[in-house]
């Protein structure tokens, strides 16, 4: 269930080159084009949904696959602080109606004292 006019499915599909972190079976990874803090990376289902409320009725599984991919990066590339975000809908500001987590962290691990 992919959507041609959908930037993000069309990176799910390689159609688009993204500068890739990570990939799982149900999610991928990259880096955001428009970073707002040092690691700033965007984590998708493979698969279109339009917002993760409807990720999160349609297909749990594939929710959950994608929080264990965003934590897991999170715990690689960041200080131990981080976030996690979810915007649904255009008046909490989704830009891209493709379900997608913002991760973002200040500090990453390398720049750790």
Known sequence: MNNQDCIFCRIASKDIQANLVEETEHSLA?????PRQ?????????????????????????????????TRIASDKSSGSFRLSFNTGAEAGQTVFHAHGHLTSKTPKDQLA
């Open 30 to 34: 990259f880096w955001d084009i428009s």
């Open 38 to 70: 040092p690691i700033h990376i965007l984590v998708i289902p493979k698969r279109h949904h339009t917002n993760i409320l409807e990720l999160t009725n349609n297909a749990p599984d594939e929710l959950v696959d994608l929080m264990r991919l965003g």
